[in-house]
């Protein structure tokens, strides 16, 4: 089973700074399985990035993903107020396909 | 538009059976190619996907949980549902149902790829185990 952790914990920014979020995997992940998803309090996660970069339908282009193997990133160019947000990125490169989540980054007010 | 709405008892007895569904709204459990999976999460903590149904009927169940938990569907109905047998208070979270959309890309002869998206949420459900 592939394990995904993520660093940092918590990222303390303002509003306007740029955010850096990187997942690692416990194994190679195949580019096409590896996703993004932003929760808020008290609402569902929304997918962000699909496949390490490509943005989920409506999803700003602040929002960018990059990466390969074991590493990735999901960066906020310019975070927005409304970007405070727990993170959490998502693999699924098993065949069958089985999900797993990291354990979630949250992007704090400073 | 597809739109997914849980539903289910929001209090278990430990040892008993929770059992959650899933209503599928401008979409069909049988068309296309989706998954239909079922997350869990605990308050405060992150995300536990559980487990799928696929469009033809196939399942998979997260290794840390697959002796207890089955997802079936009620094509009639366009709901699939969620059965965890023998909870404790570790099984308290809210439940989530979510549609995964699989998209297969051909790079070649015998050479391709898929993406999954997990796209479409229902708003979850809070289910609590407690005597």
């Known amino acids: 089973e592939i394990v995904l952790t993520q660093s940092p914990g918590t990222l303390s920014l303002s509003p306007g700074e740029r955010a850096t979020l990187s997942c690692r995997a416990s194994?190679?992940?195949?580019?096409?399985?590896l996703s993004w998803f932003q929760q808020k309090p008290g609402q569902a996660p929304r997918l962000l990035i699909y496949g390490t970069s490509n943005r989920a339908t409506g999803i700003p282009d602040r929002f960018s993903g990059s990466g390969s193997g074991t590493d990735f990133t999901l960066t906020i160019s310019r975070l927005e107020p409304e970007d405070f947000a727990v993170y959490y990125c998502?693999?699924?490169?098993?065949?069958?396909?089985?999900?797993?989540f990291g354990p979630g980054t949250k992007v704090d007010l400073k | 538009q597809v739109q997914l709405q849980e539903s289910g008892p929001g209090l278990v007895k430990p040892s008993e059976t929770l059992s959650l569904t899933c209503t599928v709204s401008g979409g069909s459990v049988t068309r296309g190619s989706y998954f239909w999976n079922w997350i869990r999460q605990p308050a405060g903590k992150g995300l536990e996907w559980v487990g799928y149904?696929?469009?033809?009927?196939?399942?998979n169940y997260s290794p840390s949980l697959k002796s207890r938990v089955s997802i079936s569907a009620a094509t009639s109905k366009n709901q699939f549902s969620l059965n965890l047998s023998s909870v404790t208070a570790a099984d308290t979270a809210v439940y989530y149902c979510a549609r995964v959309g699989r998209t297969t890309v051909t790079a070649g002869p015998d050479n391709y790829y898929h993406f999954y998206n997990m796209d479409v949420w229902g708003k979850g459900t809070t289910v609590t185990v407690s005597s």
């Open positions: 998502q693999q699924s490169a098993s065949s069958p396909p089985a999900f797993t």
């Open positions: 194994q190679s992940v195949g580019s096409s399985y």
């Open positions: 149904i696929s469009y033809r009927g196939d399942t």
